[in-house]
């Protein structure tokens, strides 16, 4: 009976976890700074961050980046792919961008909540567009509209990020 409930136990081992997806607002920033995820330097960025190849650094909210840290979070060095769906989470607050339109980004920096209610929620909360999780994309341009709503789901990060974020301190 001890051998069933270890195969058991060894079967569910096995299960890959369920990977992260849902719904999350968007804004942008533009620093080229190292983000919480010690990546790229002050002096300048990996070439994939600007999206130069089709993929984005962004700073996540607290959920996605890991919670209880401000540096080196869990979720540092996952990537997402991001779908438009065409709408803002206001009127008032952007244009949502072309339904349908998609990129992959890597976490590599945290967007507090602090300073940043409106839009990064904490752990376990909302932000004030009722949304759980929110990606603050670094691009010097809107890449999926203006603060658009996008579905979310993790995914494998392309090579360039991958062999990139090894050489991050949070890697």
């Known amino acids: 009976m001890q051998s069933s409930t270890f195969l058991n136990l060894l079967a569910l081992a096995a299960v890959p976890a369920a990977a992260l997806s849902g719904k999350a607002t968007t804004t942008r920033y533009y620093d080229g ?19 130069g190849s089709g993929f984005y650094t962004a700073a996540a909210s607290q959920t996605l980046f890991g919670s209880g840290s401000t540096w080196c979070g869990s979720g540092c060095g ?73 579905d979310f789901e993790e995914t494998s990060c392309p090579g360039a990020a991958a062999s990139d974020f090894a050489q991050c301190q949070c890697a």
Do not use: R
């Open 33 to 51: 700074l190292e983000g919480a995820c010690g990546c790229g330097t002050s002096s300048g960025m990996f070439s994939w961050q600007s999206g």
């Open 78 to 150: 996952k990537c997402y792919k991001l779908t438009s769906t065409g709408s803002a989470p206001c009127s008032s607050c952007g244009s949502g961008g072309a339904s349908g339109q998609s990129i992959i980004v890597m976490v590599t920096n945290l967007c507090p909540n602090s300073g940043n209610a409106q839009w990064c929620p904490n752990a376990g909360a909302t932000n004030q567009y009722g949304f759980s999780y929110h990606f603050d994309i670094m691009a010097q341009n809107p890449v999926l509209g203006d603060n658009a709503v996008v």
